[in-house]
Nanobody, 127 residues
């Protein structure tokens, strides 16, 4: 069982930046496709970005494309989400998710495909 712990959230002004981290333990992260999702108050959890096992494949939600960057360091068992040009509508709890897969290049953007989740980290963007 892989355990995931997010960090790096906080309060930032619109236009600012944050970098979220997701540290994994219990399993080798290189065997897992990874993703970030977010959930704003009163809304359903939604996809933000995902990355393949190797890091060579990524995919983003249209709402964050060109502003957010997902990356991973398998040696450190950590996945990152660099968030630039933040907007008030980016305010949400951000969750890291993992999916064991044999396919090194697979990117998975579907929430239901991820069985492993962290507890989330709050990101608040003020206007």
């Amino acid at each position: 069982q892989v355990q995931l712990v997010e960090s790096g959230g906080g309060l930032v002004q619109a236009g600012g930046s944050l970098r979220l981290s997701c540290a994994a333990s219990g399993r080798t992260l290189s065997n897992y496709a990874m993703a970030w999702f977010r959930q704003a108050p009163g809304k359903e959890r939604e996809f933000v970005a995902c990355i393949s096992r190797s890091g060579g494949g990524t995919h983003y939600a249209d709402s964050v494309k060109d502003r957010f960057t997902i990356s991973r360091d398998n040696a450190k068992n950590t996945v990152y989400l660099q968030m630039n040009s933040l907007k008030p509508e980016d305010t949400a709890v951000y969750y890291c998710a993992a999916r064991f897969t044999a396919a090194r290049g697979a990117v998975v953007a579907t929430l239901s495909e991820y069985p492993h989740w962290g507890q989330g980290t709050q990101v608040t963007v003020s206007s």
